[in-house]
């Protein structure tokens, strides 16, 4: 049996065919328009034709960015796509496609796929960390995706990390999307840059600090640029507090990291590692992995078609 | 039907036969004998006598301030009372007493009452903070102790609140009961008393800051001491920061606070919500309320006879 997940996104919106074992049959993805609901759900009634023309999937899977009320099946908050909020999702899809459907978090769909096909296989307590340009988080507790009172659990995005770091989209100070983010780690490069630091980072820009990413300063980091590096350093050791604080509050068994930052791979995992175990009792970090994710940029299509498939098998 | 609540603390053991609306119907209390095995358990059998002279509990509940394996049912790790540690305290109680137990963290049992028959009865998602000496905490998901991987979550008294704040006694640094908690309202006390701040602790201390206690800092501050409400302001203020980071993560219904320190009532939540609300989406904070406990000093034995009554009822 064939599942649908969608992956809506504030730049693109992904959609695949799913298999129940956790395989892409098929793919496609179109730019998004955050901010025209109409237009939105145009792209989506393509995309789910598209892949759907040569297999017929049973229920569709979504995952959005922002907060999903679990009662109402509706967006009550999505800051990047605007014309999500108090989207009654759910029955957008059924008059598209006809089919029953499930509307979730991305990072929680993200976390979902590695929990059932990914690095997360076999485990009970875990959280998966997705790292774009914020943060998203999911997590598993007993074996479910944790939804929290109102489904809104978990954003470990806004675990504060500086009490009094740099101001966030939530209204927050200090939280972890500030600075381990691809938002944060260019955050950081342009004061340096703008503080007159050496680095390669200025001759790889054109014009100022224009074009800047996260990428660059990661391509900078492994020509031993040593102020990339210190950024991803930085950035890693955040990640580590946090992993430290949810290991203490938790117990989990394991920690993912994924998205697209996560492709620094050990400049932020081994300075994360190490700073969790710094600040965690033995006993409780020895029972915790952290580890990069397995599925890649594809995690939240799995993961949403999967949820679905859990929910309409 | 009756059940024994212990509470096995660093400084003092207490007891109580509680019927099953969690009233106390028996209770005692003894000085406890942290390092010595033997007398501990000594004095934990005169305890159990003398509370079940008239009645006869069907099972214990035993608090100990310390990681304690689920499965093992032994303490894995207990700083402030190291005769516990990796000590079979199920089979010592049943040697003692013939009747089966089950034992937990002291600060889960406290969650466990105040969820029970406490502040949390009807919630499905809320932590307990039990602020004394240290800070100890307990959440319950789903309506159950949330006892993670090998049953040492939750340890809430160290989430990181500040990135390069004082050292924690578990190896971190600027864990949140490095600050609120008893000792972290002295050490600060402390500091200002050493720097010659203005303040009327000065005149309450006969011997430098021999005696200084979060308690008589408290006094002052109700006697309009400025100094020393500006330290429960800075203390609220980290436990509302805590607050966000948990309401942002696990979007809970309700966090209760407690503990000895609780006693500082408005001069500690105040603070603490107003900080919490500007660290939060406003979805998610109008989710959760943060409220007093209402159990008091006795909740440690309240929960955990009735932790032990939901499992042998």
Redesign the interface.
Known sequence: MDYLGLDIGGTEVKAGVVDDQGRIVQSDRRASEPNDRTRLFETIAELIKSVSANRTPRAIGVGVPG?VSQNARVV??APNVRSLNLAPVSDLIAEISGLPSVVANDADMNAWGEFAVGAGTGT??MACLTIGTGLGSG?I??GRL??????????????????DGRACG????G?LETIVSATGIVAMAREGLERGVPTILRSMLENGTEGLSARMVLDAATLNDAFSMSIYTHTGR?LG??C???I??????MIIIGGGVSAAGEYLLGPAIGEAK????R??FE??QIVPAKIGSDAGIVGAALYAAKKYN
């Open positions: 907060l009550d908050f009970r307590h997590l507790v007993n944790y939804a929290g009172t109102r489904g809104y659990g978990a954003e470990a995005g806004h675990i504060v990390v500086q009490d939530c209204g927050g100070r939280c955040y507090i946090a430290a604080s949810l203490n509050l938790l117990n989990l068994e710094s600040r965690t009792y006993h409780t029972s915790c």
